[in-house]
């Protein structure tokens, strides 16, 4: 059983507020019956929610994975960069889309985009702890201690993070390689961890998300529906 108004936000992206207001307006309705409370719950998978003349269902939630490339923001508009949605090709755009959590503006890799609100909302809760895993390159040797440091739970001034794996791909001649993974998303978590610890990232790429590996054939900067398989990988990442 699930509120109507938080039905209404996560399906239609837009506030519990303004979910409020659409249905007090008198515009929803259940199986036919116009339902006016907010705080009304019913049953999603039985029953059939209506705005006006049009079905809102989870059959319209959109699921795409992007290999983000460099240069572009998380973000559905920004007055000074270029977007991941000013790239997102015209066939998959649909009103409501969002990035599920965001990489930093020079980060590449691993990004899924969607309108799925309660996904999204379980995969980044922090109960969930969901892991991430990326590549990354940097200028400085890491710490000998350094993936015992991470496995202990690395302190960033008064920030207890939790334990986290350091793979060292190589750390000699003044540049290092690693693989991590980590279960939070701070910000700037990986490049501050990795400060602490002698290096400075200068390449950062999410390679794995919830279980979800970037597939080997997706390019920078192409993207493309999830398969059945995929989802099914990030549903099963967030019970």
Same mark, same amino acid.
């Given at each position: 059983? @699930?509120?109507?108004?938080?039905?209404?936000?996560?399906?239609?992206?837009? $506030?519990?507020?303004?979910?409020?207001?659409?249905?007090?307006?008198?515009? @929803?309705? @259940?199986?036919?019956?116009?339902?006016?409370?907010?705080?009304?719950?019913?049953?999603?998978?039985?029953?059939?929610? !209506? %705005?006006?003349?049009?079905?809102?269902?989870?059959?319209?939630?959109?699921?795409?994975?992007?290999?983000?490339?460099?240069?572009? #923001?998380?973000? !559905?508009?920004?007055?000074?960069?270029? /977007?991941?949605?000013?790239?997102?090709?015209?066939?998959?755009?649909?009103?409501?889309?969002?990035?599920?959590?965001?990489?930093?503006?020079?980060? /590449?890799?691993?990004?899924?985009?969607?309108?799925?609100?309660?996904? &999204?909302?379980?995969?980044? &809760?922090?109960?969930?702890?969901?892991?991430?895993?990326?590549? %990354?390159?940097?200028?400085?040797?890491?710490?000998?201690?350094? +993936?015992?440091?991470?496995?202990?739970?690395?302190? %960033?001034?008064? %920030?207890?993070?939790?334990?986290?794996?350091?793979? @060292?791909? &190589?750390?000699?001649?003044?540049? /290092?390689?690693?693989?991590?993974?980590?279960?939070?998303?701070?910000?700037?978590?990986?490049?501050?961890?990795?400060?602490?610890?002698?290096?400075? #990232?200068?390449?950062?790429?999410?390679? &794995?998300?919830?279980?979800?590996?970037? +597939?080997?054939?997706?390019?920078?900067?192409?993207?493309?529906?999830? $398969?059945?398989?995929?989802?099914?990988?990030?549903?099963?990442?967030?019970?």
């Amino acid at each position: 059983m @699930i509120r109507l108004d938080k039905y209404i936000s996560e399906h239609k992206n837009i $506030t519990r507020k303004e979910a409020k207001t659409l249905i007090k307006s008198g515009k @929803i309705k @259940i199986d036919g019956k116009t339902v006016s409370s907010p705080e009304y719950k019913f049953d999603e998978t039985a029953e059939k929610v !209506s %705005l006006g003349e049009k079905t809102i269902d989870g059959e319209s939630l959109v699921y795409i994975i992007m290999n983000k490339p460099a240069g572009f #923001v998380c973000a !559905s508009e920004d007055k000074k960069d270029k /977007t991941v949605f000013d790239i997102l090709p015209q066939s998959l755009k649909r009103k409501g889309l969002f990035t599920m959590g965001r990489l930093d503006k020079d980060t /590449t890799g691993l990004l899924i985009i969607t309108n799925d609100g309660e996904l &999204s909302h379980r995969l980044l &809760s922090p109960k969930h702890h969901v892991n991430k895993e990326y590549y %990354l390159e940097g200028t400085g040797e890491a710490a000998e201690n350094a +993936p015992e440091l991470f496995e202990e739970g690395l302190s %960033l001034g008064r %920030l207890k993070l939790k334990p986290a794996e350091l793979k @060292i791909i &190589s750390s000699e001649k003044g540049q /290092t390689k690693a693989r991590l993974t980590i279960s939070e998303g701070k910000f700037h978590q990986v490049k501050r961890m990795m400060y602490e610890v002698g290096v400075e #990232v200068t390449y950062l790429k999410r390679i &794995s998300f919830a279980g979800l590996s970037l +597939p080997g054939d997706l390019n920078e900067g192409e993207a493309r529906p999830l $398969t059945e398989d995929e989802l099914k990988i990030l549903k099963q990442s967030a019970l």
